[in-house]
């Protein structure tokens, strides 16, 4: 069973939006167009798995069903980024419902 933080659901915020590229990069916008980021594959995995419906243990098990790596290590590095994202005040949160 899931520890309760990972039953937490991320949201990105309203005011902040994203591009894929051409290349499949996908780089991420403040409200005023600016560019913020622009991420690897697998943080832009995540970002465009932030729905405000996905939970933090939805999200990881979506990641292990495409990459050979133990559950734990891929829970740490997902809530690394989301944090990271938290701390840039890109995303909110709200509990599972």
């Known amino acids: 069973m899931p520890e309760p933080s990972e039953r937490r ?3 990105r ?3 902040v939006t994203h591009e894929v590229t051409d290349t499949e990069e996908v780089v991420i ?3 005023g ?3 913020l ?3 690897n594959d697998i943080a832009a995995g995540i970002w465009l798995m932030i729905d405000g419906e996905r939970s933090i ?3 990881t098990g979506e990641i292990l069903a495409h990459v050979d790596a133990e559950r734990e290590t ?3 590095d997902v809530l690394a980024f989301l944090s ?3 701390d840039r005040t890109l995303i909110t949160w709200q509990e599972a419902t």
């Open 84 to 86: 990271q994202l938290e």
């Open 57 to 59: 243990d939805d999200i």
């Open 33 to 35: 167009g600016s560019q």
């Open 9 to 11: 659901v991320p949201k």
């Open 13 to 15: 915020k309203t005011t």
């Open 37 to 39: 980021l622009v991420l």
């Open 74 to 76: 891929v829970t740490r």
């Open 29 to 31: 916008y403040d409200g």
